[in-house]
């Protein structure tokens, strides 16, 4: 029998449990989306979150292993997101995966959340080629790594302040799409001109990113009903996110050899970057590796393949109880 891992994610809105091999192969993957009680709020309410895995943390699981078709026995461990995420909802993920532990006899590695998205381009199949740099924009982080290999990760940047997926979020809310505001903000620049002059916070000043300065220029500007229709102020303000994800990725990939330029988290959705990011591997020759969508978002696959790398690669993970961790403890 094939080594398998059960793979547990709750940090943030969605509940889900997945059974991978050591090769990547998703046996199972079962995601349970919280989406129908936070759209009334326009954004993710963090006690409801928390509520919502209990209900559906056990039989998610027990959904997971029922598809894969193995029993606890055929387990080699159980691995679980052990932050950065909402530390009601990781509450509930660690605990179950520590009591499934200690019922099961089975060991529980705590793995980051965000090695989890850095790996998830290589699930079912090998997708990446090494060096690699990523760029992962999701709904709660952005940030630009290096990695040498599939375990050797070197942060190179993050936001200093919101994520491009939240800022994309709180946009969609100033122009009256519904939550998340993401994909409607994408479909509404399509129909419009790129022609608000919206700041591009720190475009020159390395790898670290800042969103917030326009977000609240897109807010102003909509307050005070300035020039242009909504679909104008959505083309702007998806022109200037554009602008900066493409100038840090062309600099990292100027310094740092890489073999592939890999993009994963929810944003990766959008066909606006996944144009530019064409363009700019067209231009340095780097080869683009794009996940299908639904390894991009928040999935447990992509945990329990990280908790493989922690076995096979010799790296120490951390402790599973350790919640203050800092998205540089990989
Ligand atoms: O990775 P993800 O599912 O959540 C986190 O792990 O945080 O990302 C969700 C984010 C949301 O902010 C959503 O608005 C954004 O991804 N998103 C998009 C698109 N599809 C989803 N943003 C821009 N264009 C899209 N097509
Ligand atoms: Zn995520």
């Not at 800022?167 to 994909?183: A, E, I, N």
Request: glycine share 10%; proline share 5%; charged share 20%.
């Amino acid at each position: 029998m094939n080594e398998l891992i059960l793979g547990i994610e709750t940090s943030c809105d969605d509940t889900a449990a997945a059974v991978v091999d050591a090769g990547g192969r998703i046996l199972s993957s079962v995601v349970a989306s919280q989406l129908e009680i936070h759209e009334a709020f326009g954004g993710i309410y963090p006690e409801f979150a928390a509520r919502a895995h209990v209900a559906t943390i056990l039989p998610t699981v027990h959904e997971a292993l029922g598809r894969a078709a193995v029993s606890p026995a055929d387990l080699l461990a159980i691995a679980v997101t052990r932050g950065p995420g909402l530390v009601g909802s990781l509450l509930v993920g660690l605990n179950t995966a520590a009591a499934l532990g200690a019922g099961w006899g089975k060991p529980v590695i705590g793995v980051n959340h965000l090695r989890g998205h850095l790996r998830s381009a290589d699930l079912e199949e090998r997708r990446v080629k090494y060096p690699a740099t990523v760029l992962l924009v999701s709904g709660g982080h952005t940030l630009l790594a290096y990695m040498k290999d599939a375990a050797g990760i070197e942060l190179l940047g993050s936001t200093r302040d919101d994520s491009v997926g939240e800022s994309y979020d709180k946009v969609g809310r100033m122009l009256g799409t519904g939550y998340p505001g993401g994909p409607a903000v994408d479909r509404m620049a399509a129909g419009g001109r790129a022609c608000i002059p919206f700041p591009r916070p720190m475009i020159d000043k390395g790898c670290d990113f800042s969103f917030s300065g326009l977000k609240a220029a897109v807010a102003r500007h909509v307050e005070a009903a300035g020039e242009g229709t909504r679909e104008d102020i959505a083309a702007s303000f998806v022109q200037a996110v554009m602008d900066v994800l493409i100038k840090k990725s062309r600099l990292v990939l100027g310094r740092y050899p890489s073999a592939s330029f890999v993009i994963v988290g929810g944003v990766a959705a959008s066909p606006r970057l996944r144009e530019e990011a064409a363009r700019l591997c067209e231009e340095t020759g780097v080869e683009l590796c794009l996940p299908p969508t639904r390894w991009s978002t928040d999935n447990a696959a992509m945990i329990a393949l990280a908790a493989f790398d922690y076995a096979r690669l010799g790296i120490l993970p951390p402790p599973v109880a350790e919640l203050q961790l800092t998205i540089r403890d990989f």
